[in-house]
C-alpha cells in the first residue's frame, strides 16, 4: 500500500474516491448522498489550505484522508477519512491518520482535530438533550453501535467537546484533538 497526494488531474481516482466516501458513509449521514456530492467533496480538498491523500494498492483507491489548515498553521482538521469498506479494519485508516499527522506537523501543526457526528444513534449522546451539561455526558460517552470515536481514540485522540444538535435535534458532533507537534 502507498500513501500520496490525491492529484486534481486524476479523474479515475476522483471517481473511486467518490464512491468510497458514498459506500463508508451511506446510512450514516446524508452528507454525500450520491457520487456528484462526494466528487464536490473531493474537489474542495484541492484548495491551497489543504492536504488530499490517498492509500492505494496500484490504480486501485483504498482510502482517502482530507486536511484542513487552521488557527494559522497551529491546527489542522482531519476532515474527512474514508476506507473502502470491504477493507476496514486492515490498517488503511490508521495509516492515513498517521500520514496525515506527519503532513501537517510537518507544516507546522501542533494539534490534529475532528468532528465525528453521530446522526444515526451510534453513540450515548444521539437522541438526547445534552444540556445543561454536555461535558458530563460526554464523560460517560458509550459506544453503541461502531461509532468511529473508537477507531480515533486508538490512533491516540482524545474526548474534546462535543457540539449538541450540531446536525438537528439530538444529533450531536463529537470533538476530538491530537497533539502532533
Known amino acids: 500500500m502507498e500513501i500520496t497526494d490525491l492529484r486534481p488531474r486524476d479523474e479515475a481516482a476522483i471517481a473511486q474516491v467518490a464512491e468510497i466516501v458514498v459506500e463508508a458513509f451511506r446510512g450514516h449521514t446524508p452528507a454525500w448522498p450520491d457520487p456528484a456530492a462526494a ?4 474537489r474542495e480538498s484541492f484548495a491551497a489550505d489543504r492536504l488530499s491523500r490517498v492509500a492505494s494498492e496500484g490504480e486501485r483507491v483504498l482510502g482517502w484522508i482530507g486536511g484542513i489548515r487552521q488557527y ?5 482538521e482531519l476532515h474527512p ?25 510537518r507544516r507546522g501543526a501542533q494539534t490534529l482535530w475532528l468532528g465525528t457526528d453521530d446522526e444515526d444513534g ?10 445543561p451539561d454536555p461535558l458530563a455526558k460526554l464523560a460517560r460517552i458509550e459506544n ?5 470515536y473508537a477507531f ?3 490512533c491516540g485522540f ?7 444538535d450540531a446536525n438537528g435535534p439530538g444529533k ?10
Not at 450531536?172 to 507537534?181: E, N, Q, S, T
Open 122 to 131: 451510534r453513540t450515548s449522546l444521539s437522541d438526547v438533550d445534552l444540556y
Open 72 to 76: 494559522d498553521g497551529n491546527v489542522w
Open 158 to 164: 482524545v474526548l474534546a467537546g462535543v457540539v449538541p
Open 172 to 181: 450531536p458532533d463529537i470533538l476530538m484533538a491530537k497533539r502532533i507537534g
Open 152 to 154: 480515533y481514540l486508538a
Open 144 to 148: 453503541r453501535g461502531g461509532h468511529p
Open 39 to 42: 466528487v464536490r467533496e473531493v
Open 81 to 105: 477519512l474514508a476506507v473502502e469498506p470491504a477493507r476496514q479494519r486492515e490498517g488503511i485508516g490508521g495509516a492515513l491518520v498517521a500520514d496525515l499527522e506527519r503532513e501537517a506537523a
